[in-house]
């Protein structure tokens, strides 16, 4: 009488996955990039600050910028629809491209359509200009985003940006990350128009604020201000940075 093989365990259970808060929480930590990330983008912001303190200090710079803007001001008064289109197609172009900055365009918007004008403006300036990124993204792929950003900007937020996020992962993930950069990221990973247009018109509001609030702090040399946003901007970023080392410490 043969005898019959023991039977054979059972294979063991395969491994309990961390769970999805767990997971969000390690994907977005990855946005902020590294501590000379965060510097990096520290030192950028507080030196942007200092020159516009700088240069409104200086009388020969302001004069010659303010005389510039006066010479622009009666081209835009007598074609103020088409002054308002170039302005906004160029703060798109600004939220377009790495190089572009639309900043310097600020302080004629102050001076052509007022703080509040100058603001709707930029702001949907910014949006319609993500809006394109986004559709290049999406509709274009991976080879036109390469055309557009430089391969270090591809290789730095390509792993960071978690897939198919809600629409609070988005507004972090544009809080983190350059606007310029992130409108192409979302089309590619597919997240729904509507998140990321939320996220993008949310996020975007606070700095069309704090650009026009500086451009009409130059353009009135108000230095104390300037010098305190650069202040408040170095105490904000600095507590920023600390809460990213803590929190890097308690996930190691």
């Not at 390690?26 to 000379?36: C, D, F, I, P």
């Not at 020969?60 to 005389?67: E, F, G, K, R």
């Not at 103020?80 to 491209?97: E, K, T």
Request: proline share 7%; net charge positive.
């Amino acid at each position: 009488m043969s005898v019959l093989p023991a039977p054979a365990p059972p294979p063991p259970p395969p491994p309990q996955g961390t769970s999805t808060s767990e997971s969000a929480g390690k994907e977005l930590s990855g946005l902020w990039g590294s501590s000379n990330d965060m510097a990096r983008r520290a030192g950028i912001l507080i030196a942007i600050l200092l020159v516009t303190g700088l240069l409104a200090l200086s009388d020969t710079v302001h004069s010659q910028i303010a005389a510039a803007i006066a010479l622009a001001e009666p081209v835009i008064a007598q074609h103020r629809v088409l002054g308002a289109l170039i302005f906004m197609g160029l703060a798109a172009l600004s939220a377009m491209l790495v190089f572009f900055s639309g900043v310097l365009l600020v302080p004629i918007g102050v001076q052509t359509w007022g703080e509040t004008g100058c603001f709707l403006l930029l702001w949907v300036g910014w949006c319609l200009g993500g809006l394109v990124t986004y559709a290049i993204g999406r509709r274009l792929k991976r080879p036109a985003v390469r055309l557009m950003l430089p391969n270090g900007v591809i290789d730095r937020y390509e792993n960071r940006i978690p897939e198919g996020g809600s629409f609070v992962t988005a507004v972090l993930v544009q809080l983190a990350v350059p606007s310029d950069v992130s409108g192409y990221f979302f089309g590619l990973l597919g997240y729904p128009l509507r998140v990321y247009l939320g996220a993008l018109m949310l996020t975007e509001i606070p700095y069309a604020l704090g650009t026009v609030f500086l451009g009409n702090a130059f353009m009135q040399k108000q230095y104390v201000l300037l010098l305190s946003a650069a202040a408040v901007a170095l105490v904000v970023l600095g507590v920023a940075w600390l809460r990213w080392r803590h929190g890097r410490a308690s996930r190691s």
